[in-house]
């Protein structure tokens, strides 16, 4: 199993300014992902963090909103950009291999 | 696309009854079929996984067979207690070069004393 970490765990942002989430893994895993998990929904996948090359994303979701970076195999960052108050929601990386998936405990961001 | 129908909760039990959580699934290909459960202000773990056609995944008590036949993977727990009250995610990765998963809505459980 891989053990994952994300930093702020929390944190109130402004409208109109970004936030930087990062993801540890404590094991090298071939495949990352960011999501989103609006107040009593589901999750959402914003994007894959390919290593070494631009995210995938989703329908929905772009680049110049949620730029993301995998500089590593353990390492990855998500960025919210110009917040708006539709963006308040847990954000969550996971990572791991094939189908064995390991989640963080989520970053809760709120936009005032 | 892929989708996951899972059932709406919330679901209330008292400890020692029998859980069952309804998800049902629509995929291309074969895909692999997990629950995920959510404990209160904790992030998600994985409970338990199937990868084909009638893989039984169990772990903690629970169990879930995967039915090709009626794309259905069903949760069950036999004896539920006070510390399984959680959200449960039923959710599917359909492989191929890209292993994202596609999560239904989840279901709320609480199991009372």
């Known amino acids: 199993s891989a053990v994952i970490s994300q930093k702020p765990s929390r944190d109130i942002c402004q409208r109109g300014t970004s936030l930087t989430i990062q993801c540890q893994v404590d094991?090298?895993?071939?495949?990352m992902f960011w999501y989103r998990q609006q107040p009593g929904q589901s999750l959402t996948l914003i994007a894959t963090a390919n290593q070494g090359s631009e995210a995938t994303y989703e329908s929905g979701f772009v680049i110049d909103k949620f730029p993301i970076s995998r500089p590593n195999l353990t390492f990855s960052t998500l960025t919210v950009s110009n917040m708006s108050p539709e963006d308040s929601s847990i954000y969550l990386c996971s990572g791991g291999e094939e189908y064995e998936q390991y989640f963080g405990p989520g970053t809760r961001l709120t936009v005032t | 696309g892929d989708s996951v129908t899972q059932m709406e909760g919330p679901v209330t039990l008292s400890e020692e009854a029998f859980l069952t959580i309804n998800c049902t699934y629509t995929?291309?290909?074969?895909?692999?079929l997990f629950w995920y459960v959510q404990y209160p202000g904790e992030g998600l773990q994985l409970l338990l996984k199937a990868t084909k056609a009638d893989d039984k995944g169990s772990n903690k008590g629970f169990e879930a067979t995967y039915r090709k036949e009626t794309t259905s993977f069903h949760l069950e727990k036999g004896s539920v207690q006070v510390s399984d009250s959680a959200v449960y995610f039923c959710?599917?990765?359909?492989?191929?070069?890209?292993?994202?998963?596609?999560f239904g809505k989840g279901t709320l459980l609480t199991v009372n004393p």
């Open positions: 959710a599917l990765s359909d492989g191929g070069s890209n292993y994202k998963l596609t």
């Open positions: 995929a291309t290909g074969y895909p692999s």
């Open positions: 094991s090298q895993v071939t495949m």
